[in-house]
């Protein structure tokens, strides 16, 4: 097996500069992923953000370097949660991945499995006066406001069908994502990633609202990065109330909201510089209910 670590990156580093040589295996919006051998890929990272609500697109040179150094950062602290992730090498402009196969071929499930703690982006946009409605607890979902974390999955589509129509990623019930990952195991993989993130991030003043992750077909393994580019987050500091609407975004709904590219790549680098900062005690995301 190829060399994975220490001092041994210079391995890696050999082949990519072989990077034009490598077949491709796939080309994204976001990423190029080109072959190093039957267990290995070479993954780059493309400075692009799109947002579908608001049709906008754009790349922003720097943001790519931000999302791969903030990738290594944040897949350290969840191997150290115990948590597998397929990156297993970070190099100053890539990074080396363990290639999602079953029986023997590639295979990635067009599913990405979120995790909401905040009633936010879609739900909040689609879930027409759920507010308005008590929940068996009694409580109700507040618009910008911390709720217990849960799980769904996405079917993945592609920006634009066949004839140039804009798609969006749907939402799917498990028994259908069933079909192509453990729908079980990754609940359990992506809750306790979650959750491993957001006690790290908040002790960095950082409040993860919610996150997009890949999870390969077993469901044990997460193979997609983990940036600002599939979260929002929210720098909040020390401030006494974490759980409050008020706090300078960090993600990619900085873009959403129409900020200029500078402003984009700026709160982008403030959340990987927070990143070598502690600022408090961690906090947990199910510490809301605490602080109502």
């Not at 790349?59 to 931000?66: L, R």
Request: aromatic content about 10%; charged content about 25%.
């Amino acid at each position: 097996m190829p060399p994975t670590k220490g001092p041994i990156l210079a391995h890696w580093q050999m082949i990519r500069e072989q990077w034009e040589t490598l077949s491709v295996l796939s080309k994204g919006e976001s990423k190029e992923i080109r072959v190093i051998d039957d267990d290995f890929v070479m993954v780059r990272m493309i400075p692009s953000l799109y947002s579908f609500t608001h049709n906008r697109s754009a790349m922003i040179t720097g943001t790519d370097e931000i999302r791969l150094q903030t990738f290594e950062k944040l897949a350290r602290v969840l191997r150290l949660g115990g948590i597998p992730v397929s990156a297993i090498a970070f190099g100053s402009d890539f990074y080396v991945s363990r290639r999602p196969k079953r029986r023997g071929s590639d295979y990635v499930p067009p599913i990405e499995v979120i995790v909401k703690a905040r009633h936010v982006g879609t739900p909040k946009h689609t879930l027409y006066e759920i507010s308005e409605y008590k929940t068996l607890s009694g409580d109700c979902f507040r618009p910008d406001t911390a709720h217990d974390p849960y799980v769904r999955f996405d079917y993945t589509n592609p920006l634009q069908d066949k004839d140039g129509h804009r798609l969006r990623d749907e939402c799917i019930p498990s028994q259908l994502a069933r079909h192509f990952i453990d729908v079980d195991r990754a609940e359990h993989t992506a809750m306790s990633a979650f959750c491993t993130l957001y006690g790290y991030l908040s002790s960095c003043g950082i409040r993860l609202d919610d996150i997009c992750f890949k999870i390969d077909h077993t469901g044990r393994h997460i193979f997609g990065e983990i940036s600002p580019d599939c979260m929002r987050a929210v720098w909040m500091g020390d401030a006494s109330d974490f759980f409050a609407a008020a706090g300078d975004d960090t993600s990619k709904d900085t873009f959403r909201a129409g900020s200029s590219e500078e402003t984009v790549l700026d709160r982008y680098r403030c959340f990987l510089d927070a990143l070598d900062t502690k600022v408090r005690t961690p906090i947990s995301p199910y510490d809301y209910s605490d602080a109502a």
